[in-house]
T-cell receptor, first 113, second 116 residues
Framework: GENVEQHPSTLSVQEGDSAVIKCTYSDSASNYFPWYKQELGKGPQLIIDIRSNVGEKKDQRIAVTLNKTAKHFSLHITETQPEDSAVYFCAATSNFGNEKLTFGTGTRLTIIP | EAGVAQSPRYKIIEKRQSVAFWCNPISGHATLYWYQQILGQGPKLLIQFQNNGVVDDSQLPKDRFSAERLKGVDSTLKIQPAKLEDSAVYLC??????????????FGPGTRLTVL
């Protein structure tokens, strides 16, 4: 089955700086990679996703890059703001089999004002 | 559009007791998921329904966990008897189409279970 590793587990950045979270996956058949943001006491919320037919996707201050050869993908947040503080999870799934989402272990991002 | 609803939000029980969680997915969503999220870890899929049929329950501890989705809408997840290691947040999610993992999954707020 799929195995997703995520680093770092905690990350603190100054407000206005950029944050980068990296994930690797094991199943070469995986072709969908969503990122979720989880605030305290809430369920995960999708913030951006990327499919294997593209290498990069941007949405305002958030971008995701995918390297299928190396089997890794990254989340980039620019001009960080206090409301970006949360736990971020990457995930991977395949179009084959039961198409189950496998999540990483999460990154706790803290934005320092 | 209303989101995924879950209740209760918090539950404290003693080991060997039973507990049930309820989920109401987004209206019209065909697929419903139950995840277990242990503190400090990512969500782990327990069971996936498409309409009222089970698609995947390979990671559901069937000796103590059970789930059903009546009429393809609401769902309940039950644990009987509970163990200490069942302490976790139980998340329900739904997606609009027919169980494709590439569909966006919308999560509810979760039920935090503490087993003493």
């Amino acid at each position: 089955g799929e195995n997703v590793e995520q680093h770092p587990s905690t990350l603190s950045v100054q407000e206005g700086d950029s944050a980068v979270i990296k994930c690797t996956y094991s199943d070469s058949a995986s072709n969908y990679f969503p990122w979720y943001k989880q605030e305290l006491g809430k369920g995960p919320q999708l913030i951006i996703d990327i499919r294997s037919n593209v290498g990069e996707k941007k949405d305002q201050r958030i971008a995701v890059t995918l390297n299928k050869t190396a089997k890794h993908f990254s989340l980039h947040i620019t001009e960080t703001q206090p409301e970006d503080s949360a736990v971020y999870f990457c995930a991977a799934t395949s179009n084959f089999g039961n198409e189950k989402l496998t999540f990483g272990t999460g990154t706790r991002l803290t934005i320092i004002p | 559009e209303a989101g995924v609803a879950q209740s209760p939000r918090y539950k404290i029980i003693e080991k060997r007791q039973s507990v049930a969680f309820w989920c109401n997915p987004i209206s019209g969503h065909a697929t419903l998921y139950w995840y277990q999220q242990i503190l400090g870890q990512g969500p782990k899929l327990l069971i996936q329904f498409q309409n009222n049929g089970v698609v995947d329950d390979s990671q559901l501890p069937k000796d103590r966990f059970s789930a059903e989705r009546l009429k393809g809408v609401d769902s309940t997840l039950k644990i009987q008897p509970a163990k200490l290691e069942d302490s976790a947040v139980y998340l329900c999610a739904s997606s609009p189409r027919g169980g494709r993992g590439t569909d966006t999954q919308y999560f509810g707020p979760g039920t935090r279970l503490t087993v003493l």
